[in-house]
C-alpha cells in the first residue's frame, strides 16, 4: 500500500507521489529534522520480502553512499522503519531530459555535446569507483535550476563483486529496450561500455529527435539492436560533421570492443573533434551495404545446384558415350 500526502514515515512526512519503479516507491517527503524537502525511496511491499530485490536496494545504497559527482544526485542517508529501508536523496526539481527531448529536440548541436560532455563525466565518475549504471535514458537525467544534468536511480548498477540477481517479478533482462546495448539483450551483465552505448543512443536522440532504432514492440527494438544499422548523423542534418556521427557510431558499435574503451576516450574526441578517425563510419556503413542480387545466398544456392545437375547431365552424356 502507497504513502498517503500527510503521511509520516520516520520522520519525514510525505509531500506527494513521485513515481514507482519496478521495485519502489519514490516520494516527496519533508524531513521533520533538517526542515528541508528531499526524494525518499522505499520498497514496496512485494519486493521487501524477495531477496534479490532486497540486494538490488542495498546495492543502490552502497552506490549512493560511494558517489560524489556534481552530475549525480546525491545520497543524503538511509535507515529502516518498522524493519523497512528506505533511501533518502537530494530532490531536483527541474525538468526530466525526456522532457527536454519532447520540447526540444532536436538540439542544436553545441548544446547536446555540452550536455553529453556533461553526463559522460558523471558516468566517468561511476566507473572509476567500479559502478555501472546499466539503465541509462533520458527518464534516468534531471536537470537542476541552472541546467546541471543529473544521473538519478541506481537501482539495476552494477557495483564490483556484486552477485547476479533477478527479480521474481520483473525481467531477468536489465535495462530499457531502446537503450540496451546488444550484449544486455543478450543477458550478459555488461560493463562500462554498455553505459557507453546507452549514452551514445541519448547523443543520437539529442541530436536527432529519435532513438536509432524502433519498432512495434519491445522484441522488435531489441532485435534491431542486436542486428540494425544504426542511420548516419552528417547525411540528416548539414550541421552535424562526419567527425561528430563518426563520434556517435563509435558509441553505437555492436561489438564492444569496436566502441570507446572508456568515458575519458570519448571525452578527448569531443575535445578534439578535427582528430577524429572517420574509419568506423567506413567500417559500419560498409557492413550494412546491401548485397547485390547475383551475390545473394539464394542466388549463390541456386547457381552452385544448377551447376551441379549440369556437371551429372554431362557426366551423363560422357558415360553413354563411353559405351
Not at 112 to 138: E, F, Q, S, T, W
Amino acid at each position: 500500500m502507497m504513502l498517503q500526502i500527510g503521511d509520516q514515515f520516520d520522520h519525514f512526512q510525505i509531500r506527494g507521489h513521485i513515481a514507482q519503479g519496478g521495485m519502489s516507491d519514490i516520494y516527496r517527503a519533508y524531513d521533520l529534522i533538517s526542515g528541508k524537502d528531499v526524494v525518499l525511496k522505499v520498497p514496496d511491499r512485494m519486493s521487501i520480502g524477495d531477496p534479490a530485490q532486497y540486494e538490488r536496494f542495498q546495492r543502490e545504497l552502497e552506490v549512493m553512499r560511494t558517489l560524489n559527482h556534481p552530475s549525480i544526485q546525491k545520497g543524503l542517508g538511509s535507515g529502516k522503519y518498522n524493519s523497512t529501508p528506505y533511501l533518502i536523496t537530494e530532490l531536483v526539481t527541474g525538468e526530466s531530459m525526456r522532457e527536454l527531448i519532447r520540447r526540444s529536440a532536436p538540439l542544436p548541436v553545441d548544446e547536446a555535446v555540452a550536455l553529453i560532455r556533461k553526463i559522460a563525466d558523471g558516468l566517468g565518475h561511476c566507473h572509476d569507483h567500479n559502478i555501472i549504471h546499466r539503465d541509462m535514458k533520458p527518464e534516468n537525467i534531471l536537470f537542476t535550476d541552472n541546467k546541471q544534468p543529473i544521473i538519478l536511480d541506481f537501482g539495476l548498477a552494477l557495483t564490483k563483486g556484486g552477485f547476479r540477481v533477478t527479480y521474481a517479478n520483473l525481467s531477468g533482462t536489465a535495462g530499457t529496450p531502446d537503450y540496451m546495448a546488444p550484449e544486455q539483450v543478450e543477458g550478459k551483465r555488461g560493463d562500462k561500455r554498455t553505459d557507453l552505448y546507452a549514452l551514445g543512443v541519448i547523443f543520437f536522440e539529442l541530436l536527432s529527435g529519435r532513438t536509432p532504432f524502433s519498432g512495434d514492440n519491445n522484441l522488435a527494438v531489441m532485435a534491431q539492436q542486436m542486428h540494425g544499422t544504426i542511420p548516419r548523423l552528417d547525411k540528416e542534418r548539414p550541421e552535424i560533421t562526419p567527425q561528430l556521427a563518426a563520434v556517435v557510431a563509435k558509441c553505437l558499435m555492436k561489438n564492444p570492443d569496436d566502441r570507446y574503451p572508456d568515458m575519458k576516450a570519448l571525452l578527448y574526441d569531443l575535445d578534439h573533434l578535427g582528430s577524429v578517425d572517420l574509419s568506423v563510419l567506413d567500417k559500419l556503413y560498409e557492413e550494412s551495404k546491401p548485397v547485390p542480387f547475383y551475390k545473394s545466398p539464394i542466388v549463390l544456392s541456386i547457381g552452385a545446384g544448377l551447376g551441379i545437375l549440369i556437371f551429372l547431365a554431362l557426366l551423363g552424356l560422357l558415360l553413354q558415350a563411353i559405351r
